[in-house]
């Protein structure tokens, strides 16, 4: 699925462990959630998560990912009130993620606002259990780098995360999308081509469907019109050459669909609210800064 692939890998996404340790009872986290997603991984004992007024208790080898952020409670029992304790110790990975891009993703209503991934669905999908273990390892050895290696852990993990829930959850209106045979031929040939001139009447021509009909089906299954989302598409190629190549303004214009530099400098303010030529400033002189 080249579409999907494509904006998975496109997620700008920081990421860390915050938190590796062993807990004795009776304890509890308040998290409030400053970074935009969490998850919480348990190595060893058990634990309750409370969410949105609900409670989920947690058992070995167990996973929550809050994935839309939003206050949430670890803790040894049910509420943090301190009935039913366990008196085992829990052992507990703790990472967030906090995405970059102002740009909205067409997976930003995949992301759940909780989900639950039980010891033997982790188990289904060695890669991510082995990641999780190294995760802890990495966290816990404070060598060298290993905090490095630790964020960028963190990063595959979010995209593995993603991947599992929108295998598990296929019905989600445009992931749906991807798989219709025509909607999904035309996310195709916007994503590949974004520098052609895409009307309704040609990309319904190109996946033999009426304009009327075409322009129904792509809003019911992709929830934004055919315009709307090749707009998106084009600014966040826009935004990454900008960002990573030294490609005038007015080339990058060109590439992405635009007859002309003000036309696209007038859509992609619209959309970021600033400039091309300021976007790409900032984005330099957040890199020196950080350089030092």
Same mark, same amino acid.
């Given at each position: 699925?080249?579409?999907?692939?494509?904006?998975?890998?496109?997620?700008?996404?920081?990421?860390?462990?915050?938190?590796?340790?062993?807990?004795?009872?009776?304890?509890?986290?308040?998290?409030?959630?400053?970074?935009?997603?969490?998850?919480?991984?348990?190595?060893?004992?058990?634990?309750?998560?409370?969410?949105?007024?609900?409670?989920?208790?947690?058992?070995?080898?167990?996973?929550? $990912?809050?994935?839309?952020?939003?206050?949430?409670?670890?803790?040894?029992?049910?509420?943090?009130?301190?009935?039913?304790?366990?008196?085992?110790?829990?052992?507990?990975?703790?990472?967030? $993620?906090?995405?970059?891009?102002?740009?909205?993703?067409?997976?930003?209503?995949?992301?759940?606002?909780?989900?639950?991934?039980?010891?033997?669905?982790?188990?289904?999908?060695?890669?991510?259990?082995?990641?999780?273990?190294?995760?802890?390892?990495?966290?816990?050895?404070?060598?060298?780098?290993?905090?490095?290696?630790?964020?960028?852990?963190?990063?595959?993990?979010?995209?593995?995360?993603?991947?599992?829930?929108?295998?598990?959850?296929?019905?989600?209106?445009?992931?749906?999308?991807?798989?219709?045979?025509?909607?999904?031929?035309?996310?195709?040939?916007?994503?590949?081509?974004?520098?052609?001139?895409?009307?309704?009447?040609?990309?319904?021509?190109?996946?033999?469907?009426?304009?009327?009909?075409?322009?129904?089906? $792509?809003?019911?299954?992709?929830?934004?019109?055919?315009?709307?989302?090749?707009?998106?598409?084009?600014?966040?190629?826009?935004?990454?050459?900008?960002?990573?190549?030294?490609?005038?303004?007015?080339?990058?214009?060109?590439?992405?669909?635009?007859?002309?530099?003000?036309?696209?400098?007038?859509?992609?303010?619209?959309?970021?609210?600033?400039?091309?030529?300021?976007?790409?400033?900032?984005?330099?002189?957040?890199?020196?800064?950080?350089?030092?």
């Amino acid at each position: 699925m080249p579409v999907l692939s494509e904006i998975l890998s496109s997620i700008k996404a920081k990421g860390s462990v915050y938190f590796c340790d062993k807990l004795d009872p009776p304890w509890k986290l308040v998290e409030n959630m400053a970074f935009s997603a969490a998850f919480h991984y348990v190595r060893g004992g058990r634990c309750w998560i409370e969410f949105a007024g609900e409670n989920f208790l947690l058992g070995p080898g167990d996973l929550a $990912f809050v994935g839309r952020g939003g206050p949430h409670v670890l803790s040894s029992s049910k509420g943090g009130l301190g009935e039913n304790e366990d008196a085992a110790s829990t052992h507990l990975l703790c990472g967030y $993620f906090s995405f970059r891009d102002p740009i909205p993703s067409p997976l930003d209503d995949a992301i759940p606002p909780i989900l639950i991934l039980r010891s033997d669905e982790i188990s289904s999908l060695p890669w991510l259990k082995t990641t999780l273990e190294h995760l802890s390892s990495e966290y816990n050895s404070q060598t060298p780098g290993a905090m490095v290696v630790v964020n960028k852990l963190t990063e595959v993990v979010l995209v593995e995360l993603i991947r599992f829930h929108i295998h598990k959850e296929g019905s989600h209106n445009f992931i749906a999308a991807l798989f219709d045979p025509q909607i999904g031929q035309a996310l195709t040939l916007m994503h590949k081509h974004p520098d052609t001139h895409w009307t309704l009447e040609l990309l319904a021509s190109k996946v033999a469907m009426s304009r009327a009909a075409f322009a129904r089906r $792509f809003k019911e299954m992709v929830g934004q019109t055919m315009f709307q989302y090749l707009t998106t598409v084009r600014i966040r190629v826009a935004s990454d050459l900008l960002r990573y190549s030294q490609q005038p303004v007015a080339d990058i214009a060109e590439a992405v669909g635009y007859v002309s530099d003000m036309a696209f400098a007038k859509v992609f303010k619209d959309q970021i609210g600033v400039t091309p030529v300021a976007w790409r400033k900032e984005y330099r002189a957040g890199l020196k800064e950080k350089q030092g």
